[in-house]
T-cell receptor
Framework: GENVEQHPSTLSVQEGDSAVIKCTYSDSASNYFPWYKQELGKRPQLIIDIRSNVGEKKDQRIAVTLNKTAKHFSLHITETQPEDSAVYFCAAHLSGNQFYFGTGTSLTVIP | GAVVSQHPSRVICKSGTSVKIECRSLDFQATTMFWYRQFPKQSLMLMATSNEGSKATYEQGVEKDKFLINHASLTLSTLTVTSAHPEDSSFYIC????????????FGPGTRLLVL
C-alpha cells in the first residue's frame, strides 16, 4: 500500500517568515494530494490540494508543489501569521481508494 | 463547502457500555464514509471504510465486532463502540466523500470519547 512520510514533525517560525512542510509518498499511482490544517480539538480542514497533472498551485499565502518523478510534494506558507499555528497533515490518494495521511507537522508562528 | 456533522461531540461512559456515534453528510450524498481514530498529537488512523448498503472494510488490527459500522443511507453512517474500555478513549472523526467529487473528503467535527 501507500506510505506517506512527512517532515518536520514540529516547526517554529517568526511571524512574517515562510514555512515549508514536505511529504513523500511511495505509490506512483497516487494522483491527488490534499493538505489539511487541524486546530486543537477541531476537525481537519482542507486548505489546498493538487492533482498529479499539475506541478504547482497557489492560493494567496499558501502554495503546494508536486514532483511526481521524485514522489514528493510540499506545502509553502508565506508571510506567516499567529493564526497559522496548527497541525498540518498531508495526504495521498488514489481514485477510489482510501486517503493515506502523513504523521503531521505542528507549526508554531511566534509573534 | 460541504458539511459533515457528527454526534455526539463529547461522551463519557462507564466501562462495559456501548456508545453510538453518528456521522451525517448534510448537503451532499456520501457513498463512502471513513472512520478515523486520533490520539493526542498523532495523525489520523483509519479504522474502517464504510460504503452505503454494504459491509464496512476494516483496517488491519481493528476489531469489527468491537467497532460496529452501519451505513444505511447515503447521508448517515454510525460507529458503535461495543463494551467500551478505558483504552477506547480517543477522538473519533468521520469523513464523507462526495460521490460527485470522489477525490474530496470532508471531515466531521469529531467525537471525544472518555471511558471511565
Amino acid at each position: 500500500g501507500e506510505n506517506v512520510e512527512q517532515h518536520p514533525s514540529t516547526l517554529s517560525v517568526q511571524e512574517g517568515d515562510s514555512a515549508v512542510i514536505k511529504c513523500t509518498y511511495s505509490d506512483s499511482a497516487s494522483n491527488y494530494f490534499p493538505w489539511y490544517k487541524q486546530e486543537l480539538g477541531k476537525r481537519p480542514q482542507l486548505i489546498i490540494d493538487i492533482r498529479s497533472n499539475v506541478g504547482e498551485k497557489k492560493d494567496q499565502r499558501i502554495a503546494v508543489t508536486l514532483n511526481k518523478t521524485a514522489k514528493h510534494f510540499s506545502l509553502h506558507i508565506t508571510e506567516t501569521q499567529p493564526e497559522d499555528s496548527a497541525v498540518y497533515f498531508c495526504a495521498a490518494h488514489l481514485s477510489g481508494n482510501q486517503f493515506y495521511f502523513g504523521t503531521g507537522t505542528s507549526l508554531t508562528v511566534i509573534p | 463547502g460541504a458539511v459533515v456533522s457528527q454526534h455526539p461531540s463529547r461522551v463519557i461512559c462507564k466501562s462495559g457500555t456501548s456508545v453510538k456515534i453518528e456521522c451525517r453528510s448534510l448537503d451532499f450524498q456520501a457513498t463512502t464514509m471513513f472512520w478515523y481514530r486520533q490520539f493526542p498529537k498523532q495523525s489520523l488512523m483509519l479504522m474502517a471504510t464504510s460504503n452505503e448498503g454494504s459491509k464496512a472494510t476494516y483496517e488491519q488490527g481493528v476489531e469489527k465486532d468491537k467497532f460496529l459500522i452501519n451505513h444505511a443511507s447515503l447521508t448517515l453512517s454510525t460507529l458503535t463502540v461495543t463494551s467500551a474500555h478505558p483504552e477506547d478513549s480517543s477522538f473519533y472523526i468521520c469523513s464523507a466523500r462526495d460521490w460527485s467529487h470522489q477525490e474530496t473528503q470532508y471531515f466531521g467535527p469529531g467525537t471525544r470519547l472518555l471511558v471511565l
